[in-house]
């Protein structure tokens, strides 16, 4: 499986971004789809995931409620749509994928990764 991540970009504080993650390789259906983000100094986060079943969950620090992850199963494409973005959001944000069944937080559990996509976030 290869991903794509895209729609990165710089922000004023309060706005929107919608990043995407296209998937080229196997059966895009049948996997687990997440983001991860990664500040400048700190560890790698987990943020989302959605099963194929549609199973969505969150990480903490209050994404859930602004960011919502969806996917296109017909264009292998998974989304996070980011709302009301903070200073704080501001990180490298990673795509990944795993064939396993289970929806895992732990990005050792995911198998596959993107090239990640910068979201900066002015105060």
């Known amino acids: 499986v290869q991903l794509q991540a895209s729609g990165g970009g710089l922000v004023q504080a309060g706005g929107s971004l919608r990043l995407s993650c296209a998937a080229s390789?196997?059966?895009?259906?049948?996997?687990?789809m997440a983001w991860f983000r990664q500040a400048p100094g700190k560890e790698r986060e987990f943020v989302a995931a959605?099963?194929?079943?549609?199973?969505?969950?969150y990480g903490v620090n209050s994404m859930k409620g602004r960011f919502t992850i969806s996917g296109d199963n017909a264009k292998n494409t998974v989304y996070l749509q980011m709302n009301s973005l903070k200073p704080e959001d501001t990180a490298v944000y990673y795509c990944?994928?795993?064939?396993?069944?289970?929806?895992?937080?732990?990005?050792?559990?995911?198998?596959?990764w993107g090239q990640g996509t910068q979201v900066t976030v002015s105060s």
């Open positions: 990944a994928a795993t064939s396993a069944v289970a929806v895992s937080a732990t990005s050792a559990a995911y198998d596959y």
């Open positions: 959605i099963s194929w079943s549609g199973y969505r969950t």
């Open positions: 390789g196997r059966t895009f259906s049948r996997y687990v």
